[in-house]
């Protein structure tokens, strides 16, 4: 029998443990799956109504799904252990599991962020504080919005591990009849892709609060992939995988849709909230808040121009107010649109 477990009880850990049941549900392969909840009234709630009301309403879960909120158990004995936490958090977490680990566990990251101070992705700190290789990390990113997902209706994914055997492995447990995950081996890609889009949606978001209109919001959109694609490139990414699902398709859903946290959190920074202000507002992390000033040192760290994302962070910094952001947002010298032409 697959043992997963699921960290994180929000909106996506839910979904996803949700999409894990379904897709259990409908293959031959028993499987369990352990939802770890930081709060127990969360946590019974789930066992005893199979509902999680506080993020997805009344939306009934697989009755295959427990919860807990004792970490140690939710992760002893998991085959696949699943991280749906704050990216500024996450550290805090390995260290209390690394001892509960199983040997050969592959652990899947949901999580868009960059930790603050070190500017490492997801991947290269489950990989630092668990000491795990590459081929047992793998990474779920996409066009994901959680609700509509957990409504069942039709959404298509990126795994990424640099093992194509372990993607596969990890996309077949996710696959359900409404969610088609594909797969890819550049992790560096499909993780910066979703890390930056976050930060493009917050000013997407911005320019909404501003009351401006859909060509200001079209033209961040598409200089902010240009930004993402310049970063991940100096990276070592793959340039094809930002015109797949987890590079466009990602910051399309983000930017476009009022469900994304991003793009909400941009709005009220647009019209006039402090962020401390937003942040009490919202009921979930907006990551782009949490990363953008670690996106804009790993940028700087490998001489690479983002004016897009530099804005936002000024405006998150109060140096820049936003009824000036309009004019910044797109402030770079005249040149090409050719992306090989750019350079950095």
């Known amino acids: 029998m697959n043992r997963i477990a699921v960290l994180g009880a929000g909106s996506w850990g839910t979904t996803f443990a949700k999409v894990l049941g379904d897709g259990a549900a409908a293959s031959s392969e028993p499987t369990e799956i352990v939802l770890w909840a930081r709060r127990d009234e969360v946590a019974q709630e789930i066992n005893e109504r199979h509902t ?3 993020y997805l309403g009344d939306i009934a879960l697989p009755e295959t799904i427990t919860a807990t909120e004792d970490l140690t158990a939710a992760v002893t004995g998991a085959e696949v252990l699943v991280l749906a936490l704050p990216a500024q958090s996450l550290r805090e977490h390995l260290v209390r ?8 566990v592959v652990v899947v990251s949901l999580i868009k962020g960059l930790e603050r101070g070190t500017d490492l992705r997801m991947s ?5 504080e668990l000491g795990l290789p590459a081929e047992q990390i793998a990474v779920v990113s996409g066009p994901n ?3 509509e997902i957990a409504q069942g209706e039709p959404t ?6 640099t093992d194509q055997a372990v993607a596969e492995r990890i996309a077949a447990l996710c696959s359900a009849s409404y969610f088609r995950p594909y ?3 550049d992790v560096v890609g499909v993780e910066i892709a979703g890390i930056v889009k976050n930060v493009i949606a917050l000013a997407v978001g911005i320019c909404d609060g501003r009351s401006l209109g859909d060509n200001s919001k079209a033209s961040v959109i598409t200089r902010g992939l240009a930004e993402t694609t310049r970063l991940a490139s100096a990276l070592g990414a793959r340039l094809e995988t930002f015109s797949g699902l987890a590079g466009l398709g990602d910051l399309v859903a983000t930017c476009a849709s009022p469900l994304s946290r991003n793009r909400s959190a ?3 920074l647009g019209e006039g909230l402090t962020p401390e202000q937003v942040a009490a507002k919202l009921t979930q992390t907006a990551e782009g808040m949490k990363s953008a000033g670690a996106v804009l040192e790993l940028a700087r760290a490998h001489q690479v121009e983002m004016p897009i994302c530099e804005a936002v962070v000024a405006v998150l910094d109060g140096t820049l107010a936003t009824e000036n952001i309009a004019s910044l947002l797109l402030a770079r010298d005249l040149k090409s649109e050719d992306l090989q032409a750019e350079g950095k």
Do not use: F, H, P
């Open 52 to 54: 999680n009301s506080a």
């Open 97 to 104: 599991v690394k001892d509960a680990v199983s040997d050969g």
């Open 124 to 128: 290269e700190v489950i990989a630092q």
């Open 145 to 147: 919005l959680a609700m």
């Open 156 to 161: 298509a994914s990126v795994v990424a591990c």
């Open 183 to 185: 797969t890819n081996t």
């Open 266 to 268: 941009g709005r009220l």
